[in-house]
């Protein structure tokens, strides 16, 4: 964590000179005080940032959607909510990114092909790539051929082929 902190404080105008929003998603009970306070000012600091740079520490899209889960238990419980009532988007609205849109695509490096407890609600939809390459080698060449094969895919939001072209239709 020592790492982190450094990385905080030296970046932090960088950042802001390139428009760069810092979010900390996860577990930050678990970081010492002083920590938490850098992650927060540099969160505060970078906040006005067009672009989102989201780090995933302490994370696990399991942890995300019990946190999400015990939220809406205590609106239940406090008569803020009815169980009945709740829905995907409640749900949603609980997460960690909720403030920001899902992702459309996945990439995973070194051969893995799993989603290793990463965004599990918010990679529903996603199209996935994986890259044979190791994450220090994945350089713009990579980037580009895992869009363009992204580009060649067509969305379906978990319908079968026909209902996606369909859905197309209609909203032509």
Not at 113 to 138: G, M, T, V
């Amino acid at each position: 964590m020592s790492l982190l902190a450094h990385y905080l404080k030296k970046e932090v105008k960088q950042l802001i000179d390139r428009g760069v929003r810092l979010r900390v998603i996860g577990r930050r009970d678990r970081f010492s005080s002083k920590l938490k306070k850098l992650i927060v000012d540099t969160e505060l600091a970078t906040q006005k940032g067009g672009r989102t740079l989201v780090l995933a520490l302490d994370y696990g899209g399991r942890w995300d959607i019990t946190q999400a889960a015990s939220e809406l238990a205590r609106q239940v419980q406090s008569g803020r909510l009815r169980p009945e009532d709740i829905t995907e988007e409640h749900m949603h609205q609980q997460l960690n990114l909720s403030d920001l849109p899902l992702p459309d695509l996945c990439i995973r490096t070194a051969g893995e092909q799993r989603i290793s407890n990463f965004l599990l609600w918010q990679l529903a939809y996603a199209e996935f790539y994986y890259a044979e390459c190791y994450w220090p080698d994945f350089d713009g060449a990579a980037f580009q051929k895992a869009i363009n094969e992204y580009q060649s895919r067509q969305r379906r939001f978990g319908m079968r082929d026909e209902q996606a072209i369909g859905e197309e239709a209609r909203r032509a």
